[in-house]
């Protein structure tokens, strides 16, 4: 039997095999791209999650973590805005048990980021 994550990867068109792939080719880039730092962190994810690692699947997360925070600090740019809340909605639709974390980057991104808008606890709690 398949790992749910990758039936959830072929449900999305997601190909395993290219998270992998990624996932090496960016590692060498993480530390100076943040949106490749936030991608590693995501094939990073779906690989620990097929492959039942969970210490691979916390560093991952933690991965993820980080690029939303550096995206997100110092922001004004309202198209980012959206495309943030989108990675937020992603990150919570993937597992439940990181609604804790989504939260917690709501709260860090309103206090740090997209001035005049601050992202809102409601706008959280309405991603399904």
């Not at 048990?97 to 409601?122: C, H, M, S, V």
Request: hydrophobic share 40%; aromatic share 10%; proline share 3%.
């Amino acid at each position: 039997m398949r790992a749910p994550c990758c039936l959830l990867a072929q449900r999305q068109g997601d190909d395993l095999g290219r998270y992998r792939r990624v996932g090496d080719l960016l590692s060498r880039v993480t530390f100076i791209d943040n949106r490749a730092k936030l991608f590693h962190g995501w094939s990073k994810l779906h690989v620990s999650r097929a492959d039942a690692g969970p210490y691979g699947e916390e560093a991952a997360v933690r991965e993820i973590e980080e690029a939303m925070k550096s995206w997100a600090f110092g922001q004004h740019d309202a198209g980012e805005r959206d495309k943030w809340l989108r990675q937020l909605r992603r990150l919570r639709q993937f597992d439940e048990k990181y609604e804790g974390l989504t939260l917690d980057l709501a709260d860090f991104a309103a206090a740090n980021g997209w001035r005049p808008k601050p992202i809102t606890q409601a706008e959280v709690s309405s991603i399904e």
